[in-house]
Nanobody, 124 residues
Framework: QVRLVESGGGLVQTGGSLTLSCAAS????????VGWFRQAPGKEREFVAA????????RYADSVRGRFTISGVNVDNTAYLQMTNLKPEDTAVYYC?????????????????WGQGTQVTVSA
């Protein structure tokens, strides 16, 4: 079983940047497909991006494509979400998730392990 801990959230102005980290312990993160999701108050959890180590395959939500980049570093056992040109609508709690089966999925129910989340707030 893998344990995930997110960090890097905070308050940023519109147009600013943040990089979120997802540190894994217990298992090698590269054995999983890694996803980032977010949940704003009163809304359902939504897909942001996902990444598969074995072939560097990635996938993005339309709302973040071109602004966000998902990646992983094996030596650190950590996945990252680089976020640029942030908008107020990006404000949410961001969650890292890991999926055992090696397909890149966008539905939260398809992921097996979750971190506790990190808050991202973008001011207008």
């Amino acid at each position: 079983q893998v344990r995930l801990v997110e960090s890097g959230g905070g308050l940023v102005q519109t147009g600013g940047s943040l990089t979120l980290s997802c540190a894994a312990s217990g298992r090698t993160l590269s054995s999983y497909t890694v996803g980032w999701f977010r949940q704003a108050p009163g809304k359902e959890r939504e897909f942001v991006a996902a990444f598969r180590w074995v072939d560097d395959m990635d996938r993005y939500a339309d709302s973040v494509r071109g602004r966000f980049t998902i990646s992983g570093v094996n030596v650190d056992n950590t996945a990252y979400l680089q976020m640029t040109n942030l908008k107020p609508e990006d404000t949410a709690v961001y969650y890292c998730a890991a999926r055992i089966w090696p397909t890149v999925e966008i539905t939260p129910d398809d992921y097996d392990f979750w971190g506790q989340g990190t808050q991202v707030t973008v001011s207008a």
